[in-house]
Every structure is written in structure tokens, then in C-alpha cells.
């Protein structure tokens, strides 16, 4: 119950195009949903995040679009770059900072 | 204007040898989280702390592993008489106190630890 599953575990995109990852969760005290970005060698930076009171998010070229009722979220990236070359993870919490529970990770490559 | 410090970056131990890895959270955060990260998979949670206080341990193994964060200096995670298994990158966050919203974690850059 306190699992997050991601998918894919690996994304190829032109450089332009749309990045789509996808998250799904069974804990339905979690009430935060971040995404991080991480690149080789270096920590989890944080990119967004959404509380389930809102259905989408949208911060520059990254949305994060939430479904409560499914209990899925996932990440838009919208004109991919080579610079987003990285791996994505989601994650989730319960109120009042607990822990995160990490998806397993997306490595996403933008072609050029 | 100092992110999460963690030292050191790289630290390698032979089996049986304690390693100890430090974190220093950033300026006006009081609340310290310790992950683990095995290669090609994603970050699993081991212990949260407050100054002097140790609030969810429930992910940390329960022999060998221990944390701290003392009122002055950074908070410890230590493992004693390592094994091969526990090689891994253990990387710190830290956030600004909790009420019922989640603050968001920022992460250091994490220290990997190589057991020979």
C-alpha cells in the first residue's frame, strides 16, 4: 500500500516533443505528489509538485495533471530538450512531512 | 545561500569497517531525512529527524544502522561493520518544519559509499 508505480521505466523523445511519465499510488493519505529530477552524480532536484485539491499543475514546460479518483498523476513535458536528459522520479507523502515514498525512476533521453 | 552539504562525496570502507556520513541542512531547516539509493533503482526511505530527535526510523535496518542530529552540528548517519550489500549513494534532504502542509525536501548531492 505505501508502493508508487512508474512507467516507463525508459522514454525517447526528439528534441520538440511531448515527455510523458505516469505515476499510480494505492495510499490514499497521501496528500503531496512531487516530481524530481536527477542527473548522473547528483541529488533529486526538486521540479514541481501538487496537492490532490488541485487536478493540474503547470510550471513553465512541465505539468503535473492529477486524477484523485484513479489515484494516478503523471508529468508533461512539453517541448523536450536535450538538456532534459535525466531521470525522473515521482514520489509521494502524507500530511504533515512524512517520509517520501520514490516511483522507481523514468530515464528519459532528448534526442537532438 | 548554502544547498544540503553532505560529506563526504565519496567514501570507501573495507567489509567490517564503520562509515559514517555527514549532512548539514540548509540555513532555517530543522528537519533532516536520510535516503538510500541502490544503483538503477529509486530512493528508498531510511530515517527522518528533528534536532535531537529521531520521529520515524521505521526504514532504517535494525542492527548496524544508526542517525543522529545533535542540537549543534550536522546530523550523522552511521554504519557500523559494513557489508558489501550496504554499498550504495546515501543522499540527505532537508525541509523547514512541518505543519500540515508538506514543505518541500531539497536534497544534497549525496555521498556513495563503495565497500571493498
Known amino acids: 500500500q505505501q508502493q508508487v508505480k512508474q512507467s516507463p521505466q525508459s522514454l525517447i523523445v526528439q528534441k520538440g516533443g511531448i515527455s510523458i511519465i505516469n505515476c499510480a499510488y494505492e495510499?490514499?493519505?497521501?496528500?503531496?505528489f512531487p516530481w524530481y529530477q536527477q542527473f548522473p552524480g547528483k541529488g533529486p532536484a526538486l521540479l514541481i509538485a501538487?496537492?490532490?485539491?488541485?487536478s493540474e499543475k503547470k510550471e513553465g514546460r512541465f505539468t503535473i495533471s492529477f486524477n484523485k479518483s484513479a489515484k494516478q498523476f503523471s508529468l508533461h513535458i512539453m517541448d523536450s530538450q536535450p538538456g532534459d536528459s535525466a531521470t525522473y522520479f515521482c514520489?509521494?507523502?502524507?500530511?504533515?512531512?512524512?517520509?517520501?515514498?520514490f516511483g522507481e525512476g523514468t530515464q528519459l533521453t532528448v534526442n537532438p | 545561500n548554502a544547498g544540503v552539504m553532505q560529506n563526504p562525496r565519496h567514501l570507501v570502507r573495507r567489509r567490517g569497517q564503520e562509515a559514517r556520513l555527514r549532512c548539514s541542512p540548509m540555513?532555517?531547516?530543522?528537519?533532516v531525512y536520510w535516503y538510500r539509493q541502490l544503483p538503477e533503482e529509486g530512493l528508498k526511505f531510511m530515517v527522518y529527524?528533528?534536532?535531537?530527535?529521531?520521529?520515524?526510523e521505521s526504514g532504517m535496518p535494525k542492527e548496524r544502522f544508526s542517525a543522529e542530529f545533535p542540537k549543534e552540528g550536522p546530523s550523522i548517519l552511521r554504519i557500523q561493520q559494513v557489508v558489501r550489500g550496504d554499498s550504495a549513494a546515501y543522499f540527505c534532504?532537508?525541509?523547514?518544519?512541518?505543519?500540515?502542509?508538506?514543505?518541500?525536501?531539497?536534497f544534497g548531492d549525496g555521498t556513495r559509499l563503495s565497500i571493498l
Open positions: 540555513k532555517g531547516h530543522s528537519h
Open positions: 495510499n490514499t493519505a497521501f496528500d503531496y
Open positions: 529527524l528533528q534536532k535531537e530527535n529521531i520521529i520515524d
Open positions: 514520489a509521494a507523502s502524507g500530511i504533515g512531512g512524512s517520509r517520501l515514498t
Open positions: 534532504a532537508s525541509s523547514p518544519a512541518q505543519g500540515l502542509l508538506n514543505q518541500p525536501q531539497h
Open positions: 501538487i496537492r490532490p485539491d488541485v
